[in-house]
Structure formats: C-alpha cells, structure tokens
C-alpha cells in the first residue's frame, strides 16, 4: 500500500473519531468566583494611649486664715479682701480606653467610648498672702486621674476614620497650701500652716480626632481633647488653723496618640 493511502486512511479515523473527542471537552472553562471583603468600623475594641496636658486653674481665695488664733496670744494679724490667682499644671496622660462603632450603608460612624487616664500633672505657685504682716505661702496642685465616657460620632474613609466625640468626666485632684504666719511685732515665733485638701470634680469633654486602620483588627490615633471642670469648692484642712475653702475654676486640654486591638469586628 503506498504512504498516500495510509496518510489518507489516518486522516479518516482522526475525522471520525474528532466529535466524540469533542463532546468530552468541557463547553466552557469554569471561572472562579472573586469577591473583595469591604472593610468597616463597625466592632468593638479595647485600647492604650498616651500623651500630654495641660491644665489651667484660677483660684480664688488662696488662703482664708484663721482669726486671733490663740497660739498667737490674741490679735496678732489682719486678713485681706479676696485674692484670685492662676496656676498652671503640665505633665503626661496614660491610660486605656475600651468601645464599640458601628457604621452605616452611608460611611458614617457612631458609638460610644469609655476611657480612663492616670496623669503626672502638677503645678506650683508662691504667693503673697493678704495678711499683715504680710506672708507668702506655696500652693501645690496634683492631677493625677481623669475618666471619661463619650459618644463619637464621624465619617469613614475606607481604612480612615474622621470623628468628633463628647460626654462626661471627672478629674481628681490634691491641693496644698504651705507657709507661715507671722504675728504682728513678732510677739511669738512665725506659726507654721499646711493646709491640704481633696477635689473630686465632675465636668464635660469635647474632642476630636483622626483613626487609622493598618489592619483588619488593629488601628492608631491621633486626638485632641478640651475638658471644662466649672467651678467647685475644695475644703482645705489643717491640723493647727481648721478649715478653709478653696474656689477652682478648671478647664483642660490633653493631645493623645492610641491603639486599638479590634476584639469583636462584624464583618
């Protein structure tokens, strides 16, 4: 048989045995399914941060002294009108905080924060006394807790989270008011005071900041925070001269940097 005919007789079987071949191939590759997960605010996190403050006080009556004190043998000093003062305190925030978010079809953000700080604030201040002979005296003031409990509220931005926030806090602080009195002639020798006293102070916070979330379940921020303690009276107490009261005016300020650990994302 010659090459053609076997070439020819080939090529007949590959003609007929190419549909069934045919048949056995898939009509259509399959194609994989991809679907890119959306990221939201909306969980629930726990928290540090960490910064600085700074506090600002107006005092008024620094010091309201004792009248004829008898360790004095009888008038030996005069007192003033009232006296108003500021003092200013600096020092570092640290603390916690823990809160949940939730955002919207719309990319807004709700929720609610609360957060705790211990602080190294501290400030001091000599003062002149009106009292006569006149006397001077140190007065100290410590800051060292501030919690809060906010509502936030705010826009996302993909990974990016702009809010507002405020709500309640308090502050709790330590006053001291040191020096002498000196009687009149110097009849006695200059008569030792300490007075000490405690300030638990309820107020409001506004604030507003930037989030960042580098990953699925972690974020950093940036904030800024304005805090109004009114006006409150602190009862100063001293062993030898009783007690007096103290009139502050606080407001304060505090820039933090945070992170947070997402615990609990709906996703």
Known sequence: MSKLSLFGIAGLALIATAPAFAADLPTQMPVKATFVQRFTWTSCYIGMHGGGSWMSNTVTDPVLL?????????????????????????GAVVGGQLGCDYQTSSNFVIGIEGAASGSTMKGERLLALPDSPPDTALLTIKTDFIPTVTGRVGYAADHWLFYAKGGVAWANSKYSLTGNFTAAGAVVPAIPFDFEGLGDRLGWTLGAG???????DWSARLEYDYYDFGTHTAMMNDVNNGVSPLSFKTTLQTVKLGVNFHVWNWQ
């Open 66 to 90: 004792v009248q004829d004190n008898v360790n004095l043998g009888g008038p030996g000093f005069t007192t003033g009108g009232p006296t108003t003062v500021g003092l200013d305190q600096r």
């Open 210 to 216: 930037v989030e960042w979330a580098f990953s699925d």
